[in-house]
């Protein structure tokens, strides 16, 4: 995906992919994991769902440890701010959006007992959202 700048890897069905750049918590290794998205107003979600698994994604953990990052999306790299949404309205709305694209989020949802977290990735520093 990051060597064709995402003309191959860049979209699974309808869901658009993007690359998230984090730094592991105990190891300090920089790592960077493709992920789902749906863009909303200048931001972009992404879901913590593993799938259905009772644990959370080891990324997860690693982007609760930081208040910024980059994504990459196609060829571009945008700084973001991280924010994992905890108010119930802005969740509803943002789950059956990212569940619009791919229902399977409601199949992984009803594997577990955990709520499968969300985070929304902002744009900072003059970083271009989506339009």
Request: aromatic fraction near 6%; proline fraction near 7%.
């Given at each position: 995906m990051r060597l064709s700048g995402g003309r191959i890897g860049g979209q699974v069905?309808?869901?658009?992919?993007?690359?998230?750049?984090?730094?592991?918590?105990?190891?300090?290794?920089?790592?960077?994991?493709?992920?789902?998205?749906?863009?909303?107003?200048?931001?972009?979600?992404?879901?913590?769902?593993?799938?259905?698994?009772d644990q959370h994604p080891a990324w997860l953990f690693n982007l609760r440890e930081m208040s910024e990052t980059t994504i990459e999306i196609g060829r571009k790299r945008i700084p973001v701010s991280i924010r994992e949404v905890t108010d119930d309205a802005e969740r509803a709305r943002l789950w059956s959006k990212v569940?619009?694209?791919?229902?399977?989020?409601?199949?992984?949802?009803?594997?577990?007992?955990?709520?499968?977290?969300?985070?929304?990735?902002?744009?900072?520093?003059?970083?271009?959202?989506?339009?």
């Amino acid at each position: 995906m990051r060597l064709s700048g995402g003309r191959i890897g860049g979209q699974v069905g309808k869901a658009p992919m993007l690359s998230v750049h984090h730094v592991g918590r105990k190891s300090g290794q920089r790592r960077v994991t493709p992920l789902l998205y749906q863009p909303d107003g200048d931001g972009y979600v992404i879901v913590a769902s593993r799938g259905g698994s009772d644990q959370h994604p080891a990324w997860l953990f690693n982007l609760r440890e930081m208040s910024e990052t980059t994504i990459e999306i196609g060829r571009k790299r945008i700084p973001v701010s991280i924010r994992e949404v905890t108010d119930d309205a802005e969740r509803a709305r943002l789950w059956s959006k990212v569940v619009a694209v791919w229902p399977d989020y409601d199949t992984y949802q009803s594997r577990t007992e955990r709520l499968i977290p969300l985070i929304m990735l902002e744009p900072v520093g003059g970083g271009v959202g989506p339009s």
